[in-house]
């Protein structure tokens, strides 16, 4: 596994951070809701195979898709934390309304387009395509609450640097997590606000 750069003498660079929880958890809410609504306008028509016949393949399909969202990449974001090296003092801990802001506005035009496709499938099976969506929103939710349990547990709290999330939080360019204590930048383990 690599680790962050060091500047000349040793020294990590410093570099902007967001907790890793947050960036999972980003997109749970907005692919919930568009689901459920999704699910419910796209409940209406009958489509090609019935209302209830959609509804049933509408479930079965939220709760596969939940699951798979959250065993995807469990492996390396177990790997990613456990060998996760302590933040340096000049790393800039971003917000959490910032990582939650600008993950939204990345993936805008992602989940207008999961939408109506979503909305475009209740004429074949209604209210499926929906449902799938929110079993993807709930699996973002869960994978971000097990993130949270590890937190805890270790007292921990995991970031990856901004720079290198364009394939999100676990993907190839990530090639090590800092760590913090838990009661560092204002979020919760798990990614929620703090109370």
Do not use: I
Request: glycine content about 14%; overall charge positive.
């Amino acid at each position: 596994m690599g680790v962050p750069p060091k500047r000349a003498g040793g020294a990590r660079r410093a570099a902007a951070l967001a907790r890793v929880a947050v960036v999972v958890r980003a997109n749970a809410a907005p692919l919930w809701w568009a689901g459920l609504v999704a699910a419910g306008a796209g409940a209406w028509p009958a489509g090609l195979t019935g209302r209830r016949v959609g509804l049933w393949a509408g479930a079965a399909l939220f709760l596969v898709t939940a699951a798979a969202v959250v065993l995807a990449r469990r492996g390396r974001y177990t790997r990613l934390a456990d060998g996760a090296v302590r933040a340096a003092r000049g790393d800039f801990l971003q917000d959490r309304a910032v990582t939650v802001r600008f993950r939204r506005r990345t993936h805008r035009w992602w989940l207008a387009g999961a939408f109506v496709a979503a909305l475009a499938s209740s004429f074949a099976v209604p209210g499926a395509g929906g449902l799938c969506l929110a079993g993807a929103g709930a699996g973002l939710w869960l994978k971000a609450r097990w993130l949270g349990r590890r937190e805890r547990d270790g007292e921990t709290l995991y970031w990856v640097r901004v720079d290198r999330l364009a394939k999100g939080p676990a993907g190839g360019p990530v090639e090590a997590y800092r760590s913090t204590g838990v009661a560092a930048g204002d979020a919760a383990p798990g990614g929620a606000r703090r109370r």
